[in-house]
């Protein structure tokens, strides 16, 4: 069988996917990727990979008419060209036009919804004009569709609720997982108290709201340490690097990394102050190498936290009550190992990647 994966990022369909990639090429069928080009490192691991990859045209931000039917055309082509049985994509502009190209090709379809994304956010005019075109062409793209997975069941309910798929259609998985092996259990350090938070620089990630937090607790603990690590975006919800660097007396920010488990081993709590997600593979991974988890009540981060067990909650947007518990922590340093090898026992139990690339292959008959 010859399955194409779709993702809008390159970096994350390869790194994110891999585990799914290697599962479905155990079952000896073939795996092509597609997205947007790649760079040499990327095709390198590709190679490694041991699949095909076939670059298409895709502008992820912003609306565009002429950029988004190139797309379409760019799909239509490729689905022609390379005949895939069955076509697997996930990100809100592969998974419509994916979608559409499918039904157009009379090709198997599947839907992975990883998260909501900036169109389903906030209440302004043009939000909600993103929300109903956004709606309306998921409802176009998943009309074929063989079954569309959700990452949280609040996303599920919401596009069951605007009548974009019906019930019958959904599934549920714990997130992309996490390999247990690579982000394996490592002690905290001796030093004070450390937080992280890893994201692209995105506002809906929190990463103001961090900030603000950091500033509250460094006038009381000057010893404790934030750090940010993450990639600049180029979206509409972009934090700038110069109002990131503006935070340098509170917070340190590392750039971007490809390997983000020096960064864990190094810290004792990590945060993730999220508007939305789907299910933030960044904490999956803090949680699997036996980090407390602070986040937010929000759709995605809250499926992360047992409260009180493995972390805490906080309301969205909340700069005062995300310190307060990072105060907590600091006075509380001796609950966080216990709270981590509790994190450690959940990513195992729930999030293990074998675990949830299991559901995936079953979902997609293969």
């Not at 009379?106 to 900036?118: E, R």
């Not at 905290?188 to 500033?215: H, N």
Request: with cysteine.
């Amino acid at each position: 069988m010859r399955i194409l994966i779709l993702g809008t990022v390159p970096n994350d369909l390869l790194n994110f996917r891999a585990d799914l990639i290697k599962d479905i090429l155990k079952k000896d069928h073939e795996v092509i990727a597609s997205s947007s080009s790649l760079d040499s490192k990327l095709n390198v691991y590709v190679k490694k990979l041991g699949i095909t990859y076939e670059p298409i045209f895709l502008n992820r931000h912003g609306l565009s008419l002429v950029g988004d039917i190139r797309t379409l055309i760019n799909l239509l082509n490729l689905f022609k060209n390379r005949k895939p049985h069955l076509v697997l994509a996930h990100g809100i502009k592969l998974v419509i036009w994916g979608g559409i190209a499918s039904s157009l090709r009379n090709i198997p379809f599947y839907a992975l919804i990883t998260g909501l994304g900036f169109a389903f956010q906030g209440k302004s005019l043009k939000r909600r004009f993103l929300t109903k075109l956004a709606s309306f062409l998921y409802k176009l793209a998943l009309r074929n569709s063989k079954a569309v997975i959700f990452q949280n069941k609040d996303n599920r309910d919401l596009f069951i609720k605007k009548g974009i798929v019906p019930l019958s259609k959904t599934h549920l998985v714990n997130g992309s997982g996490v390999d247990i092996k690579k982000f394996g259990f490592t002690k905290r350090p001796e030093t004070f108290v450390s937080f992280l938070l890893v994201s692209r620089l995105l506002g809906e990630k929190g990463l103001r709201e961090y900030a603000a937090a950091a500033r509250i607790v460094k006038d009381k603990f000057p010893e404790a340490k934030f750090c940010i690590v993450g990639a600049e975006d180029a979206s509409l919800d972009a934090i700038s690097i110069d109002e990131v660097n503006s935070w340098s007396d509170y917070v340190l920010y590392n750039g971007s990394t490809d390997d983000v488990r020096p960064y864990i081993e190094k810290c004792h709590v990590y945060v993730l102050p999220s508007y939305h997600e789907g299910l933030p593979r960044s904490t999956l991974e803090a949680m699997s190498m036996g980090c407390p988890i602070l986040t937010t009540n929000a759709s995605g981060c809250k499926e992360t936290v047992i409260e009180g067990v493995n972390g805490y909650m906080v309301q969205i947007g909340s700069s005062e009550q995300l310190a307060k518990k990072m105060i907590w922590f600091i006075e509380n340093k001796d609950k966080i190992p216990l709270m981590g090898k509790e994190s450690r026992i959940i990513a195992e139990r729930k999030f293990d990647v074998r675990k949830v690339n299991k559901d995936m292959l079953r979902i997609l008959g293969i």
